[in-house]
């Protein structure tokens, strides 16, 4: 059974760090692509970040202030985020595909079956 559990959101003020973890079990995390999905209050999901066997992909938002990394010793999938701001704020979830999908298809929540249930990052002056 595929199963992802996301942890480490909390409370950030501008230009903090929060580092987030998605604990994957039920498959080999090597062979399977794993995004990062956020959904601020009001608006739709959009995709954050990708990491599909040693690739990493981001979205422009993001792009030289989060890291996605994978520890396969642990199973678990970390995004490593910097330079924080209100932009940041919202539910953070993993979601995992079975194999290594198309980089443009790993930022479509519609394209990946498996889900967490959601970290919540706020944000706070």
């Known amino acids: 059974q595929v199963k992802l559990v996301e942890s480490g959101g909390g409370s950030v003020k501008p230009g903090d760090s929060l580092r987030l973890s998605c604990t994957t079990s039920g498959f080999t995390l090597e062979n399977y692509s794993i995004g990062w999905f956020r959904q601020a209050p009001g608006k739709e999901r959009e995709g954050v970040t990708c990491i599909r066997g040693r690739q990493t992909f981001y979205a422009g938002s993001v792009k030289g202030r989060f890291t996605v990394s994978r520890d396969t010793a642990t199973n678990t999938v970390h995004l490593e985020m910097n330079r924080l701001g209100a932009e940041d704020t919202g539910v953070y979830y993993c979601?995992?595909?079975?194999?290594?999908?198309?980089?443009?298809?790993?930022?479509?929540?519609?394209?990946?079956?498996?889900w967490g249930k959601g970290t919540l990052v706020t944000f706070s002056n």
């Open positions: 979601a995992a595909y079975p194999g290594h999908i198309v980089m443009s298809g790993c930022f479509r929540s519609e394209n990946m079956p498996y």
